[in-house]
DNA sequence: TTGATTCCAGTACAGTCGTACGTGTATCTT
DNA sequence: AAGATACACGTACGACTGTACTGGAATCAA
């Protein structure tokens, strides 16, 4: 597993974008992008780029265009996001953060559930091992 | 609610520590710095200093010392950061980083269990309003 | 075919970050 | 009192970020 240079802020915005839609041109991510988030199209370009530079994407030119593709996993990036999250702003322990996040972003009803039938389902396993 | 620039990453294990132990002098901070974390006791002067000018933090002049206090609640920017987080990796939604959260990071039996309790009295909440 | 438009690649640039050094002054040790 | 320590403060500096403009090639409109 390489060890790539974190993503930044910006950065995250079009992985994210990417992952969902790999392979494709910086015009598709740019077009995906939430009407919120305005940037510019050549943001988008320049963050692409340095994306590939940093390791999470490739892109080969077809013709006259490039496709860039994801290349790190989803999964792994989000698994080094938190726990660096998880580190410098709670010192490691997830509880706060869990807390945190039930508590002051709103959950709705069946989210609730959900979470609870996983946590039910966790407990489970654990006592049958 | 001033409107402060966002915290770096340095800037904000600095800042826990010194919500833990405001008012603080720079010593007392960079002592109280987990052992992993080595940094030197200039960086966190330096971060120290930042968070005073982007308002997070005031200090005084006690002598020829000077003391730090935290000014910024931490709950505040605990949202902040988390939801600015869950924004860029996640567009948005919360759920994704709680799976997560509860799937891939250890989570003890007893905070699985603290956690459980937690849900089950919202969901009572929210049916008795 | 000529000006207008579209798009990519490269370049730009000020601001922030991580990380610390140097200097001056005050305090401790002998 | 002279050297050793400790600390505050200012300064430094390359790397990374956010954000975009520019130049040139290709495409469209008339």
């Known amino acids: ?3 790539r240079p974190a993503l930044s802020k910006g950065e995250m915005v079009v992985a994210r974008l990417l992952w969902d839609h790999s392979p494709a041109t910086v015009r598709q991510i740019h077009t995906a992008l939430p009407s919120p988030q305005d940037m510019d199209f050549s943001t988008v370009q320049t963050y692409l780029r340095r994306l590939e530079t940093k390791g999470y994407a490739s892109s080969v030119l077809q013709g006259k265009t490039r496709i860039y593709s994801a290349k790190a996993k989803a999964a792994a990036v989000v698994k080094a996001t938190v726990d660096e999250l998880v580190s410098r702003l709670f010192g490691g322990s997830t509880m706060p953060l869990m807390r945190h996040l039930i508590e002051e ?3 709705s009803a069946d989210e609730l559930s959900e979470l609870r039938q996983l946590i039910e389902r966790l407990e489970k396993e654990r006592n049958s091992e």
């Open 1 to 3: 597993m390489a060890k």
């Open 105 to 107: 972003r709103s959950v």
